[in-house]
């Protein structure tokens, strides 16, 4: 039960820094404008930093706490009277401030008869600095000398054209060939999403240009030339993808040249010839921190579309939420999905009080495949396991041992978030999933996770400490009964590997692994997925997100790789250290510049470069309740990506592509203020 909103109550947060021996403090003022008291009240905050709760609270104890929600009580009788504030002082937490948008992003009382107020919250500020706060993408403008007379983003490797032709009305698409056909109906599909009123495709136009797409022998899946005649535009391609992406090509020149008539052309003679470095070319978003609604997906979508990326990968669990229909497990969405006061789910991550959240139903979900097919674009689902399964757990509590004692706990900081690998529901209930999902996904490549296994996982469960025991003997047993109640604070703190969870996670994916082979899946893991060698490397493929030199290690020993570094592709990371710039810091900042000349694969050997299935970019959602948020820290570094994806290294440049990335597409059209 909800209260109005009363505007007279609000929450500042400033984060003061360590400095000259002096703690650091996270300071939490709720000041009452209002003409009345209030008492008897507790005070809920959420967003993506954690406070921890072994630590020192001045002005408040800690009631409850779950990963980035607490719940303080001020001291006992404490009335706040018109015009007086109530200060917090919070000297730990997980991990210390560096951006604004790691303080709080949503914040609400709960008063004593179970209603709740939700509160306005002003972004944190911090000590260190008085610089305004950066939302929207970085501007990118076309300069009136581009160093290209085309704009084709990725670049090409083959391209040779000459002189400007009247750019025409539009295009009248021509194809008889099942696949050019089917590449024609996709790309006028993708224009009327993304620039419906510009009016690329248009058969019935007066000055309108025949474009031919003709089948012809000796390209790859994915290649295509685009050549020009006096009167007539040429697509050659042996493959649906290889007209798609010519008509993207050619969609991408006539752009330039109607938005910039001054400094690009159409050309009128010459040819593109072209086709992508590497296979893989991806974008992973996390929509249980944060929900994105169908629309969101599909338009951006479109937009890895727009930029030849074609993989996206769907994460649609993890701790926060479960975010996809099973119809056999009604509860992972009757629970899992929604957030809020009162809920098994707390407000997270700035949720408000008032139920929210969502799912994506079957019938939505086969429409977005759908689409993504005919952009060229195929979809891989995670299901996050045996880790990050809080929300899971919530719904099917069948899956813990029920005579686990104690807690460990995740680097997010939920207790006893793994499925348990010893219980044969565990088997029973993941299967039956994995079904449902093979039903909605024909990509037949399903991601089961398999990151951040915390190392004290299933120490307190005498099932597991049973299996563990006959796999690894008493000395690995006794050791790993000990590590209960271990918490850790950073990604990466603990590597299990060689640990009695490791022992148990690797018997895990082998049989999650066998399960989807013979369903005809391929299994795709984080990195973490390699721990014990358990899992078949000819049907799998893993995700390297520490760093290149990881990656490489893992090729070498013969797992094929998609390379995503979070130093440099995890695009939740701020584009630099500065406390003005949102998103988050803790495996590093890389801006625009950075990721477009980051090498992937440096160091590799020829042999390891043998195992590269290509990159992906990663968007990890805690920062992302402001949606300026989302457009500045994912774009243009998603088209940087794809460049380096795409584009044959010797034919990069940045000063090419810093004058084209203002004409690529936004998911939200935010744009920096200046």
């Given at each position: 039960?909800?209260?109005?909103r009363?505007?007279?109550?609000r ?13 650091l ?34 002005g ?99 391209v ?11 295009f ?44 012809a ?19 050659e ?33 010459g ?33 890895l ?14 701790d ?106 565990t088997?029973e ?37 049973e ?71 000819a ?30 592709y ?105």
């Amino acid at each position: 039960m909800s209260a109005p909103r009363l505007l007279a109550l609000r929450l500042e947060t400033l984060w003061e820094p360590p400095s000259d021996g002096k703690d650091l403090s996270y300071i939490l003022c709720l000041k009452n404008s209002g003409a009345e008291p209030i008492s008897g009240f507790a005070l809920c905050v959420s967003g993506p930093g954690r406070v921890d709760p072994a630590g020192r609270v001045e002005g408040a104890t800690i009631a409850r706490r779950l990963s980035n929600f607490t719940e303080f009580h001020p001291p006992a009788g404490f009335v706040l009277g018109s015009g007086e504030t109530w200060t917090i002082a919070v000297h730990a937490l997980s991990w210390n401030f560096r951006h604004w948008t790691d303080g709080a992003t949503s914040a609400y009382l709960v008063l004593a008869d179970g209603r709740t107020i939700s509160l306005g919250v002003e972004p944190t500020r911090s000590t260190a600095s008085n610089a305004p706060l950066k939302r929207g993408a970085e501007l990118y403008p076309v300069p009136a000398n581009a160093p290209v007379k085309v704009s084709i983003i990725p670049w090409p490797n083959h391209v040779a054209v000459s002189s400007r032709r009247p750019l025409p009305a539009g295009f009248s698409l021509q194809a008889h060939d099942p696949e050019a056909k089917a590449a024609a109906r996709g790309f006028t599909a993708l224009v009327e999403h993304l620039f419906a009123v510009e009016g690329i495709v248009r058969p019935e136009a007066e000055g309108a240009v025949p474009v031919a797409l003709k089948k012809a022998a000796g390209f790859g899946p994915e290649a295509y030339r685009l050549s020009f005649e006096a009167e007539t535009i040429t697509i050659e391609a042996s493959s649906q993808g290889g007209f798609f992406y010519g008509l993207v090509t050619l969609g991408h020149i006539w752009r330039g040249a109607r938005l910039h008539p001054q400094v690009f052309q159409f050309p009128a003679r010459g040819e593109i010839v072209d086709e992508p470095s590497m296979g893989w070319r991806g974008l992973h978003l996390d929509v249980a921190r944060q929900f994105y609604a169908a629309a969101e997906i599909r338009k951006l979508v479109a937009i890895l579309a727009w930029n030849k990326l074609n993989r996206f990968h769907w994460h649609l669990s993890d701790d926060e939420a479960w975010r996809v229909e099973i119809d056999a497990y009604p509860a992972l969405t009757q629970i899992g999905a929604w957030r809020g006061h009162g809920l098994a789910v707390p407000p997270l991550l700035g949720s408000s009080p008032a139920r929210s959240g969502g799912y994506y139903t079957k019938s939505v979900i086969r429409e977005i495949v759908a689409s993504a097919q005919g952009f060229g674009v195929e979809i891989v689902p995670e299901i996050d396991m045996p880790g990050h399964c809080h929300a899971m757990q919530l719904a099917i509590p069948e899956l813990r041992d029920p005579d686990e004692l104690g807690s460990y706990y995740s680097v997010q900081g939920f207790p006893d978030n793994c499925i348990n690998p010893a219980l044969e529901k565990t088997y029973e209930v993941v299967e039956t999933i994995l079904d449902e999902l093979i039903d909605l996904f024909p990509f037949k490549t399903i991601h089961i996770g398999a990151d951040e296994v915390p190392v004290g996982a299933w120490s307190g469960s005498p099932i597991a400490l049973e299996r563990l025991r006959a796999f690894a003997g008493d000395a690995v047993t006794d050791r790993h009964a000990k590590r209960l109640n271990v918490i850790t604070n950073k990604h990466g703190a603990d590597d299990i590997d060689g640990s009695g969870a490791a022992i148990l996670q690797a018997e895990f994916l082998e049989r999650i692994q066998r399960f989807l082979a013979r369903r005809g899946c391929v299994t795709g893991g984080w990195e973490e997925a390699a721990h014990g060698d358990r899992i078949d490397k000819a049907n799998s493929y893993l995700c390297g997100w520490r760093n290149v030199e990881v990656s490489a290690g893992l090729a070498e020993r013969g797992y094929e790789m998609v390379v995503c570094p979070g130093q440099v592709y995890y695009l939740d990371m701020a584009l630099r250290p500065d406390w003005d710039e949102p998103g988050a810091s803790w495996a590093g900042n890389s801006d625009t510049e950075t990721l477009y000349g980051f090498d992937p694969v440096q160091g590799w050997t020829e042999a390891q470069k043998e195992k590269l299935r290509g990159i992906q970019a990663c968007i990890w959602s805690e920062p992302m309740t402001d949606r300026a948020v989302f457009d500045r820290l994912v774009f243009p570094r998603l088209s940087a990506l794809a460049e380096t994806g795409w584009t044959k290294p010797s034919s990069k440049s940045w000063e090419r592509f810093r004058a084209l990335a203002g004409l690529m597409p936004l998911l939200y059209g935010q744009l920096q203020q200046s």
